[in-house]
């Protein structure tokens, strides 16, 4: 069982700036990718970013270029920088594992909500 623990979540301004992190319980190495997906109230959850453990990314066409998702292996922790919000970008943000076992693992989501 991989554990993820998110943080970084909160209240901002549109245009502003906000960190997430996603701390997995197990070395990154073991999982082929991590990932961030977001559900906003009465809609299906969505993929935003992810991160292979090669470091390649794929993102969602809606924050291309406004958010970044990068790790850091010394810390097993995958972070997700998100600028220039929208308010379109409220959402619940969840962090998610695929070990490379194929088991797939999600965090107990952090709120983000953006003011107009």
């Known amino acids: 069982q991989v554990q993820l623990v998110e943080s970084g979540g909160g209240l901002v301004q549109a245009g502003g700036s906000l960190r997430l992190s996603c701390a997995a319980s197990?070395?990154?190495?073991?999982?082929?990718?991590m990932g961030w997906y977001r559900q906003a109230p009465g809609k299906q959850r969505e993929l935003v970013a992810t991160i292979t453990r090669g470091g390649s990314t794929n993102y969602a066409g809606s924050v291309k270029g406004r958010f970044t998702i990068s790790r850091d292996n010394a810390k097993n922790t995958v972070y997700l920088q998100m600028n220039s919000l929208k308010p379109e970008d409220i959402a619940v943000y969840y962090c998610t594992a695929l070990r490379r076992d194929g088991d797939r693992f999600w965090g107990q989501g952090t709120q983000v909500t953006v003011s107009s």
């Open positions: 197990e070395s990154i190495f073991s999982i082929n990718a």
